[in-house]
């Protein structure tokens, strides 16, 4: 199945490869300070494959990179070492993520290993272009 979506102007694209329907696909929230101000959901899934196309503007973060059109300015993924979780609004069919949100997770006291080995194990394959 391929999950496709785009920022408010288009500039940004994705594209999820994955065997899960938007219903199987996790929904989380985080409680970082950057996600806080943004109040997205996000989605992953670590047995599938997100391309991101486009100019993207990348604010630096703790280990990873947030991922805004620098058009329009919307969060599409946040990404680290070939790996992201896509903010689940900017797909085409985002009213059909229906799990339940998880419970919002602070990651503050997270050391980088124990972070890194988190988002190897949950974060979706990524490639940006």
Same mark, same amino acid.
């Given at each position: 199945m391929k999950l496709d979506g785009s920022? $408010?102007?288009g500039a940004l694209t994705v594209q999820l490869d994955?065997?899960?329907?938007?219903?199987?696909?996790?929904? /989380?929230?985080?409680?970082?300070?950057?996600?806080?101000? $943004?109040?997205?959901?996000?989605t992953s899934d670590p047995a599938g494959h997100v391309t991101i196309t486009g100019d993207a503007? /990348?604010?630096q973060f703790g280990l990873g990179h947030f991922l805004l059109?620098?058009?329009c300015g919307v969060f599409v993924a946040a990404f680290d070492t070939g790996r992201a979780v896509i903010n689940?609004?900017?797909?085409?069919?985002?009213?059909?993520?229906?799990?339940?949100s998880t419970q919002l997770t602070v990651y503050d006291t997270e050391d980088v290993a124990t972070r890194t080995a988190r988002r190897a194990k949950n974060w979706t394959p990524a490639t940006v272009r």
């Amino acid at each position: 199945m391929k999950l496709d979506g785009s920022c $408010h102007c288009g500039a940004l694209t994705v594209q999820l490869d994955t065997d899960k329907s938007p219903a199987e696909l996790p929904v /989380r929230t985080c409680g970082c300070s950057f996600c806080m101000k $943004h109040r997205p959901r996000i989605t992953s899934d670590p047995a599938g494959h997100v391309t991101i196309t486009g100019d993207a503007s /990348r604010y630096q973060f703790g280990l990873g990179h947030f991922l805004l059109c620098k058009t329009c300015g919307v969060f599409v993924a946040a990404f680290d070492t070939g790996r992201a979780v896509i903010n689940l609004e900017v797909f085409d069919r985002a009213a059909e993520f229906t799990q339940p949100s998880t419970q919002l997770t602070v990651y503050d006291t997270e050391d980088v290993a124990t972070r890194t080995a988190r988002r190897a194990k949950n974060w979706t394959p990524a490639t940006v272009r």
